[in-house]
């Protein structure tokens, strides 16, 4: 079995020293298509605020390939997600994974520049040399994506047999990632 943990992420610090984009609560939301109905896609468009038929047709293409992997909607800091909690906790099939991102202090402070942080896609995996593998969380726009191996550090890597578990056959220490620290000024941006 391998194992490939995440490091600690290193931040993006102000002209301070003080984190631009410290990680906070997040719930990214998904449908799993093994359990969620059409109907239910529909509703959850409704709730999150989707195209009419949007959410439906991914399911149906998930389910014509056989797929069990969620399909990602839309990520809520905490107080947007304990706004439709309710509603979310009606729908079945709909998952919602409590974690933790680099966020701003606003979804508008800086967000040209600073960037977003989420799921990697296909194409990053592919260019990333074998950093990154499918179902890696990493920065995909501004500084986060430009600086994201160093912000990113190493993934602790470990390779264990099942029966054997307390004896790796190969453990590589993870190596946490490093801050970057700009010139920007929180109370000029």
């Known amino acids: 079995t391998l194992t490939r943990t995440p490091a600690e992420r290193g931040d993006l610090l102000d002209r301070n020293g003080t984190p631009l984009m410290p990680r906070r609560t997040v719930y990214p939301v998904q449908l799993d298509p093994t359990r969620a109905t059409p109907d239910v896609a529909t509703q959850l468009e409704s709730l999150v605020g989707e195209k009419p038929g949007v959410l439906v047709a991914k399911l149906a293409a998930a389910r014509r390939a056989g797929s069990k992997a969620t399909i990602a909607v839309i990520t809520y800091r905490e107080p947007d997600f304990e706004a439709r909690r309710d509603a979310l906790d009606a729908l079945v099939g709909v998952v919602y994974p409590k974690t933790t ?89």
Do not use: C, K, M, Y
Not at 116 to 134: C, D, I, K, P, Q
């Open 101 to 189: 991102q680099p966020l701003a202090p606003t979804r508008e402070f800086g967000q040209p520049l600073l960037g977003t942080f989420g799921e990697v896609t296909a194409e990053l995996v592919a260019a990333s040399n074998g950093r990154l593998v499918a179902g890696d969380r990493a920065g995909l726009s501004g500084l986060l994506a430009r600086f994201d191996a160093q912000l990113a550090g190493t993934p602790e890597i470990s390779v264990t047999v099942p029966q054997d578990a307390g004896n790796p056959l190969f453990d590589q220490p993870g190596v946490p990632g490093t801050d970057v620290t700009l010139t920007l000024d929180p109370q000029v941006q």
